[in-house]
């Protein structure tokens, strides 16, 4: 390698003694040593191929088709006036929803008892035709019926069968 490198040096006009030779050799060397550090560095922050990127993508958008399918299913039973459904969603800040690691919602339900305490004039009262399993709706339930109900609410299941009443 040396005999390679002097030989170039010479083809390039450059006569140099032994010790300048050397000298020159370790920054080469040293240079070289950078250049493949800095490159590996680099391609170890990147992923390794266009596959993983997509995977990663992919993942996320699930992530999102999740969530926001989550958050529907939860905005559907909050009994929001006909019309008011963009009002009450710019009223939440989507960025405090999130998924646990059971896939369940945090964060919205709080905002949505906030809103609907603030703002009881976009919900409606009693029954608004939400037909859960069973299609009835939540006052005309029994108690047996109302309590076998994935969302069952006892409180609210009173308040339905106390606005029932009058």
């Known amino acids: 390698m040396k005999r390679k490198f002097k030989k170039l040096l010479k083809e390039l006009g450059l006569n140099l003694d032994r010790e300048q030779l050397t000298e020159l050799a370790e920054e080469l060397e040293d240079f070289i040593d950078n250049e493949v550090e800095k490159r590996s560095k680099k391609t170890e922050d990147e992923p390794k191929t266009e596959a993983e990127l997509m995977k990663a993508e992919f993942a996320k958008e699930i992530v999102k088709v999740k969530l926001q399918a989550k958050i529907d299913a939860e905005l559907s039973t909050a009994r929001i006036k006909e019309g ?75 308040l339905d069968e106390k606005e029932g009443d009058e």
């Open 84 to 158: 008011f459904e963009d009002v009450v969603k710019n009223l939440i800040d989507f960025d405090k929803v999130k998924l646990d690691e059971k896939g369940k919602l945090e964060g919205l339900k709080n905002q949505l008892d906030v809103i609907v305490k603030e703002k009881a004039i976009l919900f409606e009262k009693g029954s608004s035709g939400y037909a859960p399993q069973g299609g009835k709706t939540p006052n005309k339930l029994t108690f047996e019926e109302a309590r076998k109900l994935k969302d069952f609410n006892f409180t609210q299941w009173l």
